[in-house]
């Protein structure tokens, strides 16, 4: 999997993130590189373990990219970070939390790298959110997808996922599906001596009897009056006999409190199935909001199908995908394997000439590649 990154707030400076994985969910290397003509030629990759041997188990990382703050011109790198006692992906959930570093030469080297963690007394790297103590449940990002984006007053909008609890305060699925999770958003706001300063300002619920695995994976825009939306993905796990959908909430006020998640829909209101995968909004320079993402003509099992995965613009006033200009990317072709997978990506808008690029893993089980799968980069055109 991997992405490539604006590191400054001129200029066509990149840092790319690629990594391998041996294990669902779980890396084994991070690799870096930089380029300075926008992607065309690349420094010799660095390499960088994610993960390492520890006295209380096993430290796994878990890069999500970075975010160039277009307010300060400053580079975000963000990434989970969990020590695993047993090294299960299960725990995870009772484990990830969040770090974040600071760089202001372009992602070379980092001012500061430290946990995520809501400003004031009795906060810490064991007890970084309210309701949420390391060991007990987490809070993470859930894909690449799942960047900040920067509100008018200059301060940052971080969209996380957190792990439910019950009554003993630690980490209880509330369904039957593989994993769980509600969606939230923490607010960053800059200090003088460049860190952030944190807090926890809203959360999105699931509900149980609509999504199995609670809601995931969310991302942000802003639309023409500004509202913020979020668009997250659902599961239909265990229970196939649920619809599958794609689901949405809205802020009036900057994130602090949502909307009931629902199904989200067409500007005709009609709902579409999708399945249980992450997604991107993307806020074009024309002024048009974006939208990638997996559809499917029936009824999702879960994670599946995969593909095709889709373009299509959103609607700036009703914060609804707009059905006419839903375009495919890709699909599946006639060597992939029965279970293709064309989900985990990153996209973002080229500074040069105004195409989307798309950092998109390609791979499928069954077919003549087996397990093994490539990270692709496409190149989409924006139209009148």
């Given at each position: 999997m991997g992405g490539s990154y604006y590191t400054r707030a001129t200029g066509t400076d990149l840092m790319s993130v690629h990594t391998l994985s041996s294990r669902s969910d779980i890396l084994s290397h991070e690799y870096y590189r930089f380029s300075n003509d926008n992607g065309r030629t690349w420094s010799e990759p660095t390499l960088v373990p994610a993960g390492r041997q520890t006295q209380a188990g096993m430290l796994r990382r878990h890069q999500r990219g970075g975010y160039l703050d277009p307010a300060t011109g400053r580079f975000i790198k963000l990434r989970n970070e969990a020590v695993l006692p047993n090294d299960e992906v299960l725990e995870f959930m009772r484990f990830n939390t969040v770090h974040y570093a600071v760089s202001l030469?372009?992602?070379?080297?980092?001012?500061?790298?430290?946990?995520?963690?809501?400003?004031?007394?009795?906060?810490?790297?064991?007890?970084?959110?309210?309701?949420?103590?390391?060991?007990?449940?987490?809070?993470?990002?859930?894909?690449?997808?799942?960047?900040?984006?920067?509100?008018?007053?200059?301060?940052?909008?971080?969209?996380?996922?957190?792990?439910?609890?019950?009554?003993?305060?630690?980490?209880?699925?509330?369904?039957?599906?593989?994993?769980?999770?509600?969606?939230?958003?923490?607010?960053?706001?800059?200090?003088?001596?460049?860190?952030?300063?944190?807090?926890?300002?809203?959360?999105?619920?699931?509900?149980?009897?609509?999504?199995?695995?609670?809601?995931?994976?969310?991302?942000?825009?802003?639309?023409?009056?500004?509202?913020?939306?979020?668009?997250?993905?659902?599961?239909?796990?265990?229970?196939?006999?649920?619809?599958?959908?794609?689901?949405?909430?809205?802020?009036?006020?900057?994130?602090?409190?949502?909307?009931?998640?629902?199904?989200?829909?067409?500007?005709?209101g009609i709902a579409?199935?999708?399945?249980?995968?992450?997604?991107?909004?993307?806020?074009?320079?024309?002024?048009?909001?974006?939208?990638?993402?997996?559809?499917?003509?029936?009824?999702?099992?879960?994670?599946?199908?995969?593909?095709?995965?889709?373009i299509g613009e959103v609607s700036m006033e009703s914060g609804r995908l707009i059905e006419e200009t839903v375009a495919i990317i890709d699909d599946r072709h006639p060597d992939d394997g029965p279970f293709l997978t064309l989900s985990n990506f990153y996209a973002r808008e080229d500074r040069e000439d105004g195409t989307i690029k798309l950092h998109l893993l390609r791979w499928s089980t069954g077919g003549q590649r087996g397990y093994q799968g490539d990270c692709m980069l496409y190149e989409i055109e924006i139209t009148e």
């Open positions: 030469d372009g992602g070379r080297s980092d001012l500061f790298d430290e946990p995520l963690v809501q400003s004031g007394p009795g906060f810490s790297a064991d007890h970084p959110l309210p309701n949420v103590r390391r060991g007990h449940n987490c809070f993470m990002l859930g894909d690449s997808t799942c960047l900040p984006i920067t509100l008018p007053d200059g301060s940052l909008l971080q969209p996380v996922q957190i792990s439910p609890t019950g009554p003993d305060g630690v980490y209880r699925p509330r369904g039957p599906g593989f994993t769980d999770t509600d969606c939230a958003v923490i607010r960053g706001t800059w200090r003088d001596d460049l860190h952030l300063d944190w807090e926890l300002t809203g959360m999105v619920i699931a509900d149980p009897g609509r999504t199995t695995r609670g809601l995931i994976e969310p991302t942000l825009a802003r639309l023409a009056d500004g509202r913020i939306l979020m668009v997250m993905r659902g599961s239909n796990d265990q229970r196939p006999k649920l619809p599958g959908y794609r689901w949405f909430a809205l802020s009036s006020d900057n994130g602090s409190t949502w909307t009931t998640a629902e199904p989200w829909t067409y500007e005709s579409f199935h999708s399945p249980s995968s992450c997604s991107q909004l993307i806020a074009h320079s024309s002024g048009r909001l974006y939208w990638i993402g997996n559809l499917c003509q029936k009824n999702p099992q879960g994670n599946l199908p995969r593909h095709p995965i889709v």
